[in-house]
């Protein structure tokens, strides 16, 4: 059974920083591209970070490059999203996602984790 379970989530004040795992299991995690995407409040989807199968190239939206680091451990079979200077723009559900290739849209997605950025 495949499944992607993320943790970590939470309220943090604006300027803060928070680390969101997704621990993998059910399927060869290696072989995947691994992603973080968000939703906001009545906001589309987005990705916000992805990382390839060895962890050696990853991406990031916009909006999030030079506060969001992805990293993944194949042995663990996790990947992170650490998050620093958050604002309210970040508050969302953030989901991991595998894909089995840049740019394919992700086959399991995890349930979510619920990110909160406010005083």
């Known amino acids: 059974q495949v499944r992607l379970v993320e943790s970590g989530g939470g309220l943090v004040q604006p300027g803060g920083s928070l680390r969101l795992s997704c621990a993998a299991s059910?399927?060869?995690?290696?072989?995947?591209?691994m992603s973080w995407y968000r939703q906001g409040p009545g906001l589309e989807r987005e990705l916000v970070a992805g990382?390839?199968?060895?962890?050696?190239?990853?991406t990031y939206a916009d909006s999030v490059k030079g506060r969001f680091s992805i990293s993944r451990d194949n042995v663990k079979k996790t990947v992170s999203l650490h998050m620093n200077t958050l604002t309210p723009e970040d508050t969302a559900v953030y989901y991991c996602?595998?894909?089995?290739?840049?740019?394919?849209?992700?086959?399991?997605w995890g349930q979510g984790t619920q990110v909160t950025v406010s005083l």
């Open positions: 059910g399927f060869i995690f290696s072989s995947y591209v």
């Open positions: 996602a595998a894909q089995s290739t840049w740019g394919a849209s992700p086959t399991y």
């Open positions: 990382i390839s199968r060895g962890g050696g190239t990853t």
